[in-house]
């Protein structure tokens, strides 16, 4: 168990405005949470001065788009603007769940307590621009690129290169708070697509953060390439998506569940030996696995396997090249994402728990401590 802890500061605050999201059961309303300490990342320096009198409680599966279900919109320097929910207290209980999707990368904050006891999965925010690039004519698809960068995909069995793994980006502070990105194309007549990228999620209690369930924001395996019987074409498999970003702050911070951001695995390439097809690269986080995903098998033995996603366990890999005549390259593996947790009074979290590894920060509205304690970049 690691286990941190230091004084609480003291402040002042001031009353501002109530805010409400849909499609979330509204509970009883408490007194508005106390002054606290801790300085959310990516929002306003007085993001916690704020008073909301609605508790908010999330007791069934609920989907929140991001493009229209924003209590706020909060812009970002270099990245994709966040879309804010915000109430007093936010309880996700054992029976609720929450999906996020659309392009803005999300917050859920809490002004005093933020509970989570039902599973969140962090589908909205991510990113098109450091994608793997494409395979040519039967090779594999690029990973795509996250807290490393991405693993190469396979060359064909008549040496076309696989696509090259998308770039290492961001930084270990997620500011600003960007998702995955999607895998490389395989090449060949049907371009096999690639994974898509995890999402990026913030999840902020100006008091108390307390989670007790699985937090996935995982990279998605690329597809296999699909088998061809013309002699002289096959397909190569998709890269694997990265995996997204996850930031946890609060004053005091508890984790007892999985924090899950790693990369798809890359899919297996095709044959033209019958028409073989590859599979698909296992997912980051499939089953709430913090083991690496697979590689897609290949087809057939002439053909390439897709490479590993990233985790803790490691970087992601490479996709095989094809072995024989008529067989197409593996796509390569997606990169883990990047996990952050910042506190300001004190965190207790299982590293075991968390994967790929999660990086440490403190920083509390007085004075921040962040880079002294665990450098940003």
Avoid: W, Y
């Avoid at 985790?311 to 996709?319: I, Q, R, Y």
């Avoid at 197409?328 to 952050?340: D, K, M, N, T, V």
């Amino acid at each position: 168990m690691l286990m941190f802890a230091f004084d609480r500061l003291t402040g002042t605050r001031s009353a501002k405005r109530a805010s409400a999201f849909a499609a979330i059961v509204l509970a009883a309303a408490t007194l508005p949470a106390p002054a606290a300490n801790i300085a959310p990342t990516n929002l306003p320096a007085t993001f916690c001065d704020d008073v909301i009198m609605s508790d908010r409680v999330v007791s069934s599966s609920v989907q929140i788009n991001t493009d229209t279900g924003c209590d706020a919109v909060v812009g970002q320097t270099g990245a994709t603007a966040l879309c804010v929910l915000r109430a007093n207290n936010v309880t996700v209980t054992g029976s609720g769940s929450i999906s996020f999707i659309g392009s803005r990368p999300a917050v859920l904050s809490a002004q005093g307590d933020l509970i989570i006891q039902g599973s969140i999965f962090a589908g909205s925010g991510s990113d098109l621009i450091f994608s793997g690039a494409n395979g040519l004519a039967k090779a594999g698809g690029g990973g795509a690129g996250g807290g490393t960068s991405g693993g190469a995909g396979g060359s064909s069995d008549a040496g076309a290169s696989g696509g090259v793994g998308g770039a290492m980006r961001g930084n270990k502070a997620l500011h600003p708070l960007i998702g995955g990105a999607k895998g490389g194309f395989g090449g060949g007549n049907q371009t096999t697509p690639g994974g898509s990228g995890g999402g990026a999620l913030q999840l902020v209690a100006c008091h108390t953060l307390t989670l007790n369930t699985n937090i996935i924001a995982a990279g998605v395996g690329g597809q296999g390439g699909p088998g061809e019987v013309n002699l002289n074409s096959a397909d190569g498999g998709g890269g694997g998506g990265s995996g997204g970003g996850l930031l946890v702050e609060g004053d005091a911070v508890t984790i007892t569940a999985d924090l899950i951001a790693n990369g798809g695995g890359g899919g297996g390439g095709g044959t033209s030996t019958f028409g073989s097809t590859g599979n698909s690269g296992g997912n980051g986080g499939s089953g709430f696995s913090l083991t690496a995903a697979p590689g897609g098998p290949a087809g057939s033995s002439s053909a390439g396997m897709g490479g590993n996603g990233g985790a803790k366990s490691g970087s992601p890999t490479l996709g095989s090249n094809a072995s024989a005549t008529l067989g197409s390259g593996g796509g390569g593996g997606g990169a883990a994402g990047r996990i952050r947790i910042n506190f300001c009074n004190s965190v207790s979290s299982n590293p075991s728990l968390i994967s790929p590894a999660a990086t440490l920060g403190i920083s509390c509205s007085d004075v921040i401590f962040r880079d002294n304690f665990e450098t940003a970049s």
